[in-house]
């Protein structure tokens, strides 16, 4: 398995696909837009929804980023229905990275969006609302650690609820302030170079949570975004960073060993949650 998902990923770094079917859906305060991946049959299948990054999810020609069509034509491939979805163009924004005071919450705006996405994908047909997974990347981690808190906003205790989450390189820093407890399964991937989402603050929070609540894998010499499918480690000194003097810059890029880890670890702890 190992081989082909590095096989796999290292195509991708060479050749980008668009797919997906454009969807819109409700959402709290504006009409969410997303990409949907749907494998072949009938089902019903499980389903995963897909938080992006503060860089947003699209490349400049309007399809989602090599990295983020990666994973969700992985987990098609493996039988999920897939949604990427989109937090920030029906807001008006093409990324939060650099701004001062972030537009668009990962603790109160995108955890109301995957709920609205969770009640969406639970509704269509060939989806089983009982298997409806949810990953994030770096912002959208930190939505997913809000997503599946016990007084997370957009919740209703009448409604479809999450089977387990993944969070990779999440900001830990805000949670690891109180006590936390996950309400689903919880693993989180960080990177031991990380200095935008320092991996301390997510082992603190996994440390001080409930036995078996918070799985965490830190792997050594990996920066932010050390997943992607493309690019090099490079510094961005235009983003904002508490976690560094003067508030800005941070080196992202990928880390192939940790990459292919990660993806066989990630896919591997969700299909376990289903057995």
């Given at each position: 398995m190992?081989q082909a998902?590095a096989?796999?990923?290292?195509?991708w770094?060479?050749t980008v696909h668009?797919?997906g079917e454009?969807?819109?859906?409700?959402g709290?305060?504006?009409?969410?837009?997303g990409?949907?991946y749907?494998?072949?049959?009938?089902?019903?299948f499980?389903?995963i929804?897909?938080l992006?990054?503060?860089?947003?999810?699209?490349r400049?020609?309007?399809?989602?980023?090599a990295?983020y069509?990666?994973?969700?034509?992985?987990?098609?491939?493996?039988?999920?229905?897939?949604?990427?979805?989109d937090s920030?163009g029906?807001?008006?924004?093409?990324e939060?990275c650099?701004?001062?005071h972030?537009r668009v919450?990962?603790?109160?705006?995108?955890p109301?969006?995957?709920h609205?996405?969770l009640?969406?994908?639970?509704?269509r047909?060939g989806?089983?609302?009982?298997r409806i997974?949810l990953?994030?990347w770096s912002?959208g981690?930190s939505?997913?650690l809000h997503?599946?808190?016990?007084?997370?906003p957009?919740?209703?205790?009448?409604?479809p609820?999450?089977?387990a989450?993944?969070?990779?390189?999440?900001?830990?820093?805000?949670?690891?302030r109180a006590?936390?407890r996950?309400?689903?399964?919880?693993?989180?991937?960080?990177g031991?170079a990380?200095?935008?989402?320092p991996?301390?603050?997510c082992?603190a929070?996994?440390?001080?949570?409930?036995?078996?609540?918070?799985e965490?894998?830190?792997?050594?010499?990996a920066?932010?975004s050390?997943d992607?499918?493309?690019?090099?480690?490079?510094?961005?000194?235009?983003v904002r960073?508490?976690?560094r003097?003067?508030?800005?810059?941070?080196?992202?890029?990928?880390?192939?060993?940790?990459?292919?880890?990660?993806i066989?670890?990630?896919?591997?702890?969700?299909e376990?949650?289903?057995?």
């Open positions: 190992k998902l096989a796999l990923a290292l195509s770094a060479a668009a797919g454009p969807v819109r859906l409700p709290p305060d504006v009409e969410l837009s990409r949907l749907q494998p072949a049959g009938k089902g019903p499980p389903a929804v897909m992006h990054g503060c860089s947003g999810m699209w400049k020609d309007g399809e989602p980023t990295s069509a990666f994973w969700a034509e992985h987990f098609r491939d493996r039988g999920y229905v897939a949604l990427l979805l920030f029906p807001r008006g924004e093409k939060i650099t701004q001062a972030r919450s990962p603790a109160t705006d995108r109301r969006d995957a609205a996405a009640a969406w994908l639970a509704a047909p989806v089983d609302p009982r997974d990953i994030g912002n981690g939505a997913v997503t599946v808190k016990a007084d997370s957009g919740w209703q205790e009448a409604g609820r999450f089977r989450a993944v969070a990779f390189y999440p900001g830990c820093a805000d949670i690891a006590p936390y996950p309400t689903v399964p919880l693993l989180i991937q960080a031991g990380d200095d935008w989402t991996a301390r603050h082992e929070v996994a440390a001080a949570a409930p036995a078996g609540s918070i965490i894998d830190v792997y050594p010499g920066h932010h050390f992607r499918v493309d690019g090099r480690v490079r510094e961005r000194p235009e960073n508490p976690n003097p003067g508030g800005r810059g941070a080196t992202v890029g990928p880390h192939p060993e940790a990459r292919e880890k990660a066989a670890r990630a896919t591997a702890w969700l376990a949650r289903g057995r």
